[in-house]
């Protein structure tokens, strides 16, 4: 493997101290491919966090983005999306040099929203891990090994590349103009699954089955599905009733749901089935069932 100091970031100046921000920060001190970070917020003084604490490289904290930190090597913009576009805007005042590549860290937001730094002549750019960061310091530990998507070109491309060895992980490059698609993505594979096991969930509950047994349970159950979804494709981990082509099973789970329920039942009911048909379900199996899975009254 090759250490991520082959791949050196030099100074990194990092604008925003939540979690993905300061995640970011412990994550890049302790990878060796930077000589120096420098962090800024909005807080007069950094709150109490690992990052500030004896790190093995020097790191700074600045409050607000009143000036740039000396000659900075690599921006990475790591605020809310609703404030990307006003960071842009200041960042393009403060007198950076031309050459310093400027990432954006949003998982949704195009280039677009950098354009008052390409104006200034900046290598502009994004790096959005795909990891589910809820606290800066554990969030570290997430963002290793993890994929993450990049776009931009010549330098902002590099630094971007640079960014993700240095957090071991692998780039995913997304189309000019499909950040959208890029973003719904990781939104169905993270955040509504879940929302599907919040309901799986509820629906153990109302047949009898303790919270916390069922949390445990089908949190293992989905995480079986992942592995074999990572291992073989979706068609070949594909199992259950519409698998194997048991309509009636279909049938008596639609029967005993809410109308919202059975509304989402059947719209992913039909992908399934989808899935179902590509390895190879019988003809007469695969009609039965989506005839029952367009019925969603």
């Not at 709150?47 to 004896?54: L, Q």
């Not at 950076?96 to 860290?105: D, E, G, N, Q, W």
């Not at 096991?197 to 047994?213: F, H, K, P, Y």
């Amino acid at each position: 493997m090759v250490s991520a100091a082959a791949f050196p970031l030099g100074h990194v100046w990092i604008v925003g101290a939540g979690r993905l921000g300061l995640a970011l920060a412990l994550r890049l001190r302790d990878s060796g491919a930077v000589d120096a970070i420098t962090v800024s917020g909005r807080a007069a003084s950094p709150r109490e966090h690992p990052v500030f604490a004896s790190p093995p490289i020097p790191i700074a904290y600045l409050a607000g983005l009143g000036a740039a930190p000396p000659h900075p090597s690599a921006v990475l913009i790591a605020v809310p999306d609703r404030a990307v576009g006003q960071v842009a805007g200041r960042l393009a005042a403060l007198g950076i040099a031309p050459s310093v590549p400027i990432l954006h860290t949003s998982g949704s937001l195009s280039l677009d929203v950098l354009a008052p730094l390409g104006d200034a002549g900046h290598p502009v750019g994004s790096v959005h891990p795909l990891a589910a960061v809820a606290d800066g310091g554990d969030g570290a530990e997430r963002l290793r090994g993890v994929a993450w998507g990049i776009e931009g070109q010549g330098a902002a491309a590099e630094a971007a590349e640079r960014v993700v060895r240095a957090c071991e992980g692998r780039a995913l490059r997304i189309s000019p103009g499909h950040k959208a698609e890029y973003h719904a993505a990781a939104v169905f594979a993270a955040n509504y699954g879940v929302a599907l096991l919040s309901i799986a969930e509820r629906l153990m509950g109302q047949a009898g089955v303790m919270e916390q047994d069922a949390r445990a349970s089908l949190a293992a159950l989905a995480e079986g599905a992942v592995r074999n979804v990572a291992a073989h494709g979706p068609a070949a981990a594909l199992t259950g009733p519409i698998a194997r082509g048991d309509a009636e099973t279909v049938e008596r789970h639609l029967a005993r749901l809410s109308p919202d329920l059975r509304a989402i039942y059947c719209l992913l009911g039909r992908e399934a089935l989808r899935l179902a048909r590509g390895a190879g379900l019988d003809p007469a199996a695969a009609h039965r069932l989506a005839a029952l899975l367009e019925d969603t009254e």
